[in-house]
């Protein structure tokens, strides 16, 4: 039988993702709630690298085929999650041409 490891005060934490409580009160899947975190993740690097747009807003690129392959789900499944961030107002999605 393993022997089960606490955290101690001096245990460095592994990297982790945001993930705000207020997901938790929201009407959408469990898969649009981790993608969500994934986004704010990659939000959070384009806030330090000044990726706003002309109104001062934070943008991020994530393709889908990237989010798909972290998240270890199909195209479809992503799309769908991303269209309930999108309904709850979490999400707003802007196609470019950045060939993705």
Known sequence: MEKTSFISADTKLPLYLPFPNYLLQLD?????RVLYA???NRAT??????????????????????LAK????GRTT???ALNELSG????ERIRTDFGY
Do not use: H
Not at 45 to 66: M, T
Not at 70 to 73: F, I, L, N, S, V
């Open 88 to 91: 709850a107002g979490l999400f």
């Open 45 to 66: 690097l384009s806030q330090k690298n000044e990726w706003v747009d002309e109104r001062g807003r934070v943008f991020i690129v994530f393709p889908i085929e990237e």
């Open 38 to 40: 994934l986004l704010l």
């Open 70 to 73: 972290e998240m270890r789900k």
């Open 78 to 80: 992503i799309k769908a």
């Open 28 to 32: 959408i899947s469990q898969t649009a």
